[in-house]
């Protein structure tokens, strides 16, 4: 067997492991930017942290879109967990070598946990929608029942897929570098380091983001144009308003997530740099996941009331 493979072996050099080169083009700067992200890892937790706490034990939060949005605090910190540590380390030791083995293991739960992102934000949408558009029966449709699946659902329909995503681009040989132009084992930085014919690679990778990025972002701006033509026709301006504050959260949150995350997955390829691609998927990596528990607490009285007391309740005890 192995003589049959001498010649291809002489000819490419099999890559074992990765080196990611993270912000390496600003490694003077590397003490502020652990300082930096270590700072954004605790807003990200504590924030985060609490509004999961917050949806578990104040009883004016047991409605659906409180049980979402925790589930989805709960959902950031978990993806979060699997890039901010890991940039950390890299930042903290200079040192920016990851095994093939540490490197896809991080490529699949970033991949698995992105897709209940996408999901669960059109859930919330659709929430919305049903809120507004369909008042009368909105307890009947969104019962615990229903909640429980559409989160359940969200949680595990990407496993499969991702998986099989994650093996299918690292059974592939890496022979052009080794080195990884960014902060953590994503798709596309992966593939452009693989040889030979990658072409149908490409292609599920774009199949896998539309089923996963597109089609849940087409329900959102769906449920949306329903909501708006709904409100729209409402006749007294303190009802819009009230609608309007509570979809504007949850719209900025998608904004700042899909946004980026369309261009990164979606875009036609090399349509720009590398650095531009780091640029962005610190969008949907850090920015959202720290954005998020402002975004909801500070613009919505419910959590603002339930945290006050919460407070008062547990200081007096
Ligand atoms: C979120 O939902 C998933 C799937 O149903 C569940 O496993 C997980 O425990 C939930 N997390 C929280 C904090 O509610």
Redesign the pocket.
């Known amino acids: 067997m192995n003589q049959h493979q001498k010649p291809t072996e002489e000819s490419r050099t099999e890559v074992m492991e990765f080196v990611l080169l993270g912000f390496s083009d600003v490694s003077h700067l590397h003490w502020f930017l652990f300082g930096l992200f270590l700072a954004i890892y605790i807003i990200i937790l504590l924030g985060n942290g609490t509004i ?1 706490l917050i949806t578990k034990v104040e009883p004016t939060l047991h409605t659906p879109m409180y049980y979402f949005l ?2 989805f605090s ?1 959902l950031e910190i978990c993806y979060v967990s699997f890039t901010l540590p890991r940039m950390l380390v890299n930042l903290g030791t200079q040192r920016r070598s990851i095994s093939l083995v540490a490197c896809a293991t991080q490529m699949c739960f970033v991949l698995v946990l992105g897709a209940p992102e996408c999901f669960l934000l059109a859930v919330m949408s659709y929430d919305h929608y049903v809120d507004i558009c369909n008042t009368l029966n909105y307890s009947l449709l969104m019962n615990h029942k229903v909640c ?1 699946q559409l ?2 659902g969200s ?1 595990i329909s990407g496993i499969p897929v991702q998986i099989g995503q994650t093996f299918q681009i690292f059974s592939l040989s890496f022979c052009a570098s080794n080195q990884i132009n960014h902060f953590f084992c994503d798709i596309s930085p992966i593939l452009n380091l693989a040889c030979g014919e990658i072409f149908v690679n490409k292609m599920m990778v774009y199949i896998v983001a539309v089923l996963f990025v597109l089609v849940p972002f087409l329900l959102i701006l769906i449920s949306y144009s329903k909501i708006i033509s709904t409100v729209l026709k409402l006749s007294s301006t303190t009802s819009r308003a009230k609608v309007f504050s509570t979809c504007s959260s949850h719209l900025a949150v998608v904004g700042l997530f899909f946004g980026p995350g369309i261009i990164t997955y979606l875009r036609p390829k090399s349509s720009h740099s590398p650095d531009t691609e780091k640029v962005l998927s610190l969008f949907y990596t850090i920015v959202t996941p720290m954005l998020n528990p402002m975004i909801y607490s500070l613009r919505n009285k419910d959590v603002i009331m339930a945290l006050e007391n919460y407070y008062i309740n547990n200081s007096f005890e």
């Open positions: 999961l925790g589930n709960f429980t989160v359940t949680w």
